[in-house]
């Protein structure tokens, strides 16, 4: 099973998965990293600098494409990342991946850890802090 980790730098876990630098992606089998990879984020609206602050946007009610992130993610089961906006939640689910939260901060390997021991809460809801409307 494939599980991507929403990454600021690579070795940390991103409090917002549009604002995601990449994604750590670990192909695991079992609770053993078979392969760990790291892709590059230039699909979600904020990563192409679309969400910069000039204009008004509210989460969750946006017109944001986020299928090529879908895409980039399709052979992935599960994201983990400390927050996330409902259109990309949306976007994930119907895409089959599941989306976790994770409740602090902490780096990637880390929240795999939690995740694969089942450490996690069940379900922390999809937005993050940072999306009230």
Known sequence: MKIAVATTDGTQVSSHFGRSAGFVVYDVEG???????????HHTP???????????HTHGHSEHDHSQVVDLLSDCKVVLCGGMGAGAANALEAGGIRAVLLPTPCATDEALKLF???????NIGHLCGCHSS
Do not use: M
């Open 116 to 122: 694969l021991s089942g450490n996690l809460p069940a």
């Open 46 to 56: 904020h990563a192409q600098g679309n969400c910069n602050g000039d204009h008004e």
């Open 31 to 41: 609770t053993e990293v078979k392969d760990r990879q790291l892709r590059s984020n």
